[in-house]
C-alpha cells in the first residue's frame, strides 16, 4: 500500500511535461530498474521559476517528479541544491525500501539540471 500523498501525485501528477528553452535540463535513468526521470527549469536570477517533469517508471517516481517540481519552483538554486531524497519521502509520507530508488532518480536528476548554473 501506498502512503495517500503519493497516490495524490501518481494520480494528479504536478508540473508533467516540458518547458520549452529551458534554462536547465537533465534526463537520468536508473540502470537497475529501468525508471527514467527528465526535469527541465526555467531559472531567473539565482531563483527556480517554473519546473517540469517527465518521468517512466514506478508509482514512486512519477510521485517524486511531481512533488520535486512543487518543492522547487520560485524558490533559490541554493534551497533546491539542499533537498535530498529524506525530504522528498518525508513529503509523500514515507516511502518503502523498494522504492527509496525513486527519491534517488528524482534528487540526483535535478543536482545535474543544476550542475554549472550559479546561484
Same mark, same amino acid.
Given at each position: 500500500?501506498?502512503? $495517500?500523498?503519493?497516490?495524490?501525485?501518481?494520480?494528479? $501528477?504536478?508540473?508533467?511535461?516540458?518547458?520549452?528553452?529551458?534554462?536547465?535540463?537533465?534526463?537520468?535513468?536508473?540502470?537497475?530498474?529501468?525508471?527514467?526521470?527528465?526535469? !527541465?527549469?526555467?531559472?531567473?536570477?539565482?531563483?527556480?521559476?517554473?519546473?517540469?517533469?517527465?518521468?517512466?517508471?514506478?508509482?514512486?517516481?512519477?510521485?517524486?517528479?511531481?512533488?520535486?517540481?512543487?518543492?522547487?519552483?520560485?524558490? !533559490?538554486?541554493?534551497?533546491?541544491?539542499?533537498?535530498?531524497?529524506?525530504?522528498?519521502?518525508?513529503?509523500?509520507?514515507?516511502?518503502?525500501?523498494?522504492?527509496?530508488?525513486?527519491?534517488?532518480?528524482?534528487?540526483?536528476?535535478?543536482?545535474?539540471?543544476? !550542475?554549472?548554473?550559479?546561484?
Amino acid at each position: 500500500m501506498y502512503p $495517500p500523498q503519493l497516490l495524490d501525485h501518481f494520480e494528479h $501528477p504536478r508540473n508533467a511535461g516540458d518547458l520549452p528553452s529551458p534554462t536547465a535540463s537533465a534526463q537520468l535513468e536508473n540502470p537497475v530498474c529501468g525508471d527514467v526521470l527528465r526535469l !527541465t527549469l526555467i531559472i531567473n536570477h539565482g531563483n527556480i521559476t517554473e519546473a517540469r517533469f517527465r518521468a517512466k517508471g514506478c508509482v514512486a517516481s512519477i510521485a517524486c517528479g511531481s512533488l520535486l517540481t512543487e518543492m522547487i519552483t520560485n524558490q !533559490t538554486i541554493v534551497y533546491a541544491k539542499e533537498i535530498s531524497k529524506e525530504d522528498l519521502s518525508a513529503g509523500l509520507g514515507g516511502l518503502n525500501p523498494e522504492s527509496s530508488h525513486a527519491a534517488t532518480l528524482a534528487v540526483d536528476t535535478l543536482r545535474a539540471a543544476l !550542475t554549472g548554473i550559479k546561484s
